[in-house]
């Protein structure tokens, strides 16, 4: 016979598993030189252009461009106007509130809010900001349309109505982002 031995095989290590989902960042698995997915980076930048088309469209509404009548009109003659300015605000307040938690998220590795949760918040407010945008935008176009053409509010509430459906599709590709997501986390 030959001298062939047999000796007992040892186990080999299995490789670890994966996370969760490819989003999540712990305290523990982050080091100095790993870099969060490009889908954080993107997320935060339609986030930044959230911010700056939501403040764009209040301000267009709360400061038009003056003119030398004697009694301009305000946007807050007009209900469909205020509430298209308050749900800019809120936007606003919104987007603000996403972009101040992604940069945290970076800058402190994730210890501001949890993953799951955040995904939750992003996820039901998203939809709500989107739903709330395109409702203003919609009740006021009706309104601007009974203004005279060379009244300086009917200027301001058209660029506050661009500016609020721009908003709107911004805020639909952060749904969208959310949703992938919240999607991912719940089938892995």
């Known amino acids: 016979m030959s001298n062939i031995s047999i000796s007992p095989s040892q186990p080999q290590p ?46 267009s509404l709360a400061a038009p461009k003056s003119s030398l009548r004697k009694q301009p009109t305000t946007f807050r003659d007009y209900p469909e106007l205020v509430y298209c300015f308050v749900v800019n605000i809120l936007v606003f307040v919104y987007a603000a509130y996403q972009l101040f938690k992604g940069i945290c998220d970076i800058v402190h590795r994730g210890i501001f809010i949890s993953d799951m949760v955040s995904d939750y918040i992003s996820l039901i407010f998203d939809q709500l900001a989107g739903y709330l945008l395109v409702s203003a935008s919609s009740v006021a176009i009706p309104v601007i349309q009974q203004m005279s053409n060379g009244n300086p509010l009917w200027k301001a ?21 959310s949703g992938y997501r919240f999607c991912k986390r719940i089938i892995w």
């Open 14 to 59: 299995q490789p670890p598993l994966p996370t969760p989902s490819p989003f999540s960042f712990s305290v523990a698995s982050t080091r100095w030189g790993s870099r969060r997915p490009p889908i954080h980076v993107a997320n935060l930048f339609l986030r930044f252009l959230a911010l700056v088309l939501s403040s764009a469209s209040a301000l």
């Open 157 to 177: 509430a058209m660029v506050s109505v661009c500016m609020s459906f721009a908003s709107f599709l911004v805020i639909a590709f952060t749904a969208l982002l």
